[in-house]
């Protein structure tokens, strides 16, 4: 048996051909029904997210099988989301055994992510496989894959700090106010334009526990447009600078030709808060606030290159992090391809036990046929005795024949040892 990953991802398609091929949760009950219909596939799991449509299956062993299941899948697609298979094929990547393994490893762990470390994935990975267990869509290898690659994922966000540092300009906006506020919450964000970055800036703030929003824009009904959005308030754009006595929190994004506050307006606002600190970022191009406002006591100024420093330091260590965790996965994708490999030899080891075992009982019930005054101690201890015998005769040959089980000739050692104990083929 072998374990597949046919799929694209942001990597190799467009986003336009992406949202085409998307097959919506509602939807993946059925594709698994319908995915049943490909004889070479025995187990089989869909994940479409908005940044890649993968299926992932253990396929025979069969001559021609991975190919047979591929042509499947892409013909599958094609007419589903009816959609040519030129318009995406060239687009699909074909993974199979511990490239397969190592991919998923890498999708949970969210090392093969838009942006590394984000956790959005696991959550997605975990719904993908809880929709493929109800189906009945998996099997024995599947289900162990899965256990293992949500285990890896958990191991890489609690060993690895790769999730740790804000690697976006608004999560980066954010650390900064934990650094100035420590707990943001309750406080009070103030949003001056509507540009979209100090949207995303207000939705993350928000998340984090901000209290109130309040929107000043030159289009005074976009504010209150924008103030319903987020359950703020909004405010008179003359009114701003006033305003700002509340924030604690200011977002400017104005798209202004011209600086709309001066360091002389900041100092006059921090002398009316009575130098409680203000945290300010300026993410407007051209810049909405004079810089030297950044050397008052108490205002604390950062603009886009500040926030893209921040970030830039964060992805050099969350790539550290990255290497981390890239080698934890490939110790845990070898023990995976250990185990699995060695699935092809348990039949024969159980046989080859249950052939020396078949021996020791007829050799038992002979000598307790002639010796008729054993007491029921005396027969149990020699039953012990001899099962102990073919434990230890056992063990090398199991032993050896599991160590060889994952390299490209163990189906000689297989063979040799079916012989060497006269196990006939099932």
């Given at each position: 048996m072998e374990i597949i990953v046919l799929g694209l991802s942001h990597k190799t398609a467009p986003i336009e051909l992406r949202e085409q091929l998307h097959i919506s949760e509602s939807n993946l009950p059925d594709v698994l029904d319908e995915l049943a219909g490909c004889e070479p596939i025995l187990e089989r799991m869909v994940l479409s997210t908005c940044n890649r449509v993968e299926t992932y299956a253990v396929v025979d062993d069969g001559e021609g099988a991975v190919e047979g299941a591929r042509r499947f899948l892409v013909e599958f697609l094609a007419e589903r989301q009816k959609l040519p298979a030129e318009a995406f094929e060239s687009c699909l990547y074909l993974?199979?055994?511990?490239?397969?393994?190592?991919?998923?490893?890498?999708?949970?762990?969210?090392?093969?992510?838009?942006?590394?470390?984000?956790?959005?994935?696991?959550?997605?990975?975990?719904?993908?496989?809880?929709?493929?267990?109800?189906?009945?869509?998996?099997?024995?290898?599947?289900?162990?894959?899965?256990?293992?690659?949500?285990?890896?994922?958990?191991?890489?966000?609690?060993?690895?700090?790769?999730?740790?540092?804000a690697v976006s300009i608004s999560t980066a906006a954010i650390e900064l106010a934990r650094k100035v506020f420590g707990d943001l919450t309750g406080r009070t964000v103030m949003l001056i334009g509507a540009g979209k970055m100090s949207e995303l800036s207000a939705k993350h703030l928000l998340a984090d526990g901000v209290g109130t929003v309040l929107v000043a824009n030159r289009n005074f009904d976009r504010a209150v447009e924008m103030a319903k959005r987020w359950g703020g308030r909004a405010v008179r754009y003359d009114f701003a600078k006033l305003e700002m006595l509340q924030a604690d929190i200011v977002i400017s994004s104005t798209g202004a030709p011209h600086q709309i506050l001066s360091k002389d307006d900041f100092q006059e606002i921090i002398a009316q808060r009575h130098h409680r600190p203000i945290f300010v970022i300026d993410i407007a191009?051209?810049?909405?606030?004079?810089?030297?406002?950044?050397?008052i006591e108490h205002v604390h100024l950062y603009d886009l290159d500040d926030l893209k420093g921040v970030v830039d330091a964060n992805l050099r260590e969350r790539q550290r992090e990255a290497e981390l965790a890239e080698a934890l996965i490939d110790r845990e994708a070898k023990q995976f391809a250990e185990w699995l490999a060695g699935l092809h030899v348990v039949p024969t080891i159980v046989a080859m036990r249950k052939k020396v075992e078949s021996i020791r009982e007829e050799e038992l019930d002979k000598i307790f046929a002639k010796l008729q005054d054993l007491t029921?101690?005396?027969?149990?201890?020699?039953?012990?005795?001899?099962?102990?015998?073919?434990?230890?005769?056992?063990?090398?040959?199991t032993v050896e024949l599991k160590?060889?089980?994952?390299?490209?000739?163990?189906h000689l050692y297989i063979d040799v040892l079916r012989r060497l104990f006269g196990i006939k083929e099932e």
């Open positions: 993974l199979t055994a511990d490239r397969a393994v190592r991919h998923l490893f890498r999708v949970a762990s969210s090392l093969d992510a838009m942006v590394v470390g984000e956790s959005q994935i696991l959550g997605q990975v975990k719904a993908a496989y809880a929709v493929a267990l109800e189906r009945g869509a998996t099997g024995q290898i599947l289900n162990a894959l899965m256990d293992r690659a949500l285990r890896v994922a958990k191991r890489v966000r609690t060993e690895t700090g790769i999730a740790t540092s191009v051209p810049r909405d606030i004079d810089p030297a406002a950044g050397e029921p101690e005396e027969r149990h201890a020699i039953s012990m005795m001899t099962g102990s015998i073919v434990n230890k005769i056992l063990h090398d040959p160590r060889q089980s994952v390299q490209k000739e163990s």
